[in-house]
């Protein structure tokens, strides 16, 4: 039997926080905010809306739709993720805590990227988070969410990737070691991180693990936690940066809402 889920402020911690950005960077973080800002501009009337980011992570996805002119507010559990995240001096304002602890609100559009709601242990933990975005919208306020596909997943099982980044000043080499219980819908995926000097003779010097324990909830369950929050017009896409119309195949899955 799999442990049960973790908090992200531990899971996220400093050595994680410190190399996250490195471990991420074949991610195209532009194309996915082009496309979520292009949803966005449809969506919303307002022409300076106002934008939450909810596990905001080291902040890339909100720094780059700052940088396109836009009012945002970025939040994590994790105070070393925010702490990586402040020191990009980016033009957000960066808060480290729960969502439920926030006093901000009056927020046009919300969204909530890379699977942070299968971090939730419980159909009940997903909706108290749904229903905390919920009150932070203005009426009409669209909320976007993205989360793992347990359809697809169980289908094709997911297997151990690794991939190398080098560096100028180091190699880094992270493996992502799945483990899954598809009968409770869970799956945790341990990372392993080393990295390495560079030069003539390369030596490690530094190896950490991190492991995510993850809830596979299926697009009804979502859904379903939706619509208790008080969210209607929900629709299913793709992840970002396709954002196409979904199926049963695709890994990653985007929801659409609005309050």
């Given at each position: 039997?799999?442990?049960?889920?973790?908090?992200?402020?531990?899971?996220?911690?400093?050595?994680?926080?410190?190399?996250?950005?490195?471990?991420?960077?074949?991610?195209?973080?532009?194309?996915?905010?082009?496309?979520?800002?292009?949803?966005?501009?449809?969506?919303?009337?307002?022409?300076?809306?106002?934008?939450?980011?909810?596990?905001?992570?080291?902040?890339?996805?909100?720094?780059?739709?700052?940088?396109?002119?836009?009012?945002?507010?970025?939040?994590?559990?994790?105070?070393?993720?925010?702490?990586?995240?402040?020191?990009?001096?980016?033009?957000?304002?960066?808060?480290?805590?729960?969502?439920?602890?926030?006093?901000?609100?009056?927020?046009?559009?919300?969204?909530?990227?890379?699977?942070?709601?299968?971090?939730?242990?419980?159909?009940?933990?997903?909706?108290?988070?749904?229903?905390?975005?919920?009150?932070?919208?203005?009426?009409?306020?669209?909320?976007?969410?993205?989360?793992?596909?347990?359809?697809?997943?169980?289908?094709?099982?997911?297997?151990?990737?690794?991939?190398?980044?080098?560096?100028?000043?180091?190699?880094?080499?992270?493996?992502?070691?799945?483990?899954?219980?598809?009968?409770?819908?869970?799956?945790?995926?341990?990372?392993?991180?080393?990295?390495?000097?560079?030069?003539?003779?390369?030596?490690?010097?530094?190896?950490?693990?991190?492991?995510?324990?993850?809830?596979?909830?299926?697009?009804?369950?979502?859904?379903?936690c939706l619509k208790q929050?008080?969210?209607?017009?929900?629709?299913?896409?793709?992840?970002?940066?396709?954002?196409?119309?979904?199926?049963?195949?695709?890994?990653?899955?985007?929801?659409?809402?609005?309050k």
């Amino acid at each position: 039997m799999l442990a049960p889920t973790v908090t992200s402020n531990q899971t996220y911690n400093r050595d994680f926080a410190d190399y996250y950005d490195r471990i991420t960077a074949h991610k195209d973080y532009q194309s996915e905010i082009d496309t979520l800002v292009r949803y966005m501009r449809k969506v919303i009337r307002d022409p300076n809306p106002r934008v939450l980011d909810v596990g905001c992570g080291t902040g890339h996805h909100a720094a780059l739709m700052a940088q396109k002119g836009y009012d945002i507010t970025a939040i994590d559990l994790s105070p070393d993720m925010i702490r990586i995240a402040a020191a990009k001096n980016a033009d957000v304002k960066f808060k480290s805590g729960d969502i439920a602890e926030m006093a901000d609100t009056g927020f046009h559009f919300c969204y909530s990227l890379f699977n942070v709601i299968n971090c939730f242990p419980s159909l009940e933990a997903l909706i108290a988070f749904f229903k905390e975005v919920f009150v932070r919208l203005t009426a009409g306020g669209v909320f976007f969410v993205e989360s793992w596909n347990p359809i697809a997943v169980i289908a094709v099982p997911p297997e151990i990737v690794e991939r190398t980044y080098e560096y100028a000043d180091e190699k880094i080499v992270r493996k992502v070691a799945p483990a899954s219980d598809f009968l409770n819908q869970r799956l945790d995926l341990q990372y392993d991180i080393d990295v390495y000097s560079t030069g003539a003779q390369p030596e490690k010097v530094k190896s950490f693990t991190v492991t995510h324990q993850l809830v596979l909830f299926t697009p009804l369950e979502i859904e379903y936690c939706l619509k208790q929050a008080g969210f209607r017009n929900i629709n299913v896409h793709t992840a970002l940066p396709e954002m196409a119309q979904a199926t049963a195949s695709d890994r990653m899955l985007a929801f659409t809402c609005q309050k």
